[in-house]
């Protein structure tokens, strides 16, 4: 059995690599942002994805609120999307949002 500073380490080690694939997700809601109202739905895909994938684990990892935030942009844009809607205003303003959030993260988590 592992000793628990083995276990803390692992998780440690999980949450660097997952703090390090933010910068990713961060692009793909970011270029959401920036298409807006004419995303493809690549471009809504890759975005949903991206909160998929931090809600899945953030919480997990101690971020409670980044996953939380990643969990509602991701619900939002599936709701457009299912809907036939282009991201609207609330899409919108949920992944920026999250991208905010992201960003909080980073910035507890350097250095």
Do not use: Y
């Not at 953030?58 to 619900?75: D, I, K, N, S, Y």
């Amino acid at each position: 059995m592992r000793e628990p500073a083995g276990i803390e380490g692992a998780i440690a080690g999980i949450r660097t690599r997952f703090l390090g694939r933010l910068h990713g997700h961060r692009d793909a809601l970011a270029a959401l942002g920036e298409a807006a109202q004419n995303a493809t739905p690549d471009v809504v895909e890759a975005a949903i994805f991206a909160a998929h994938k931090i809600a899945g684990s953030a919480r997990m990892l101690g971020l409670p609120t980044l996953g939380e935030v990643a969990f509602q942009t991701e619900v939002q844009l599936t709701d457009d999307r299912d809907n036939g809607l282009a991201p609207g205003s609330g899409s919108l303003t949920q992944a920026e949002a999250l991208i905010a959030e992201i960003d909080a993260a980073l910035a507890g988590h350097s250095g």
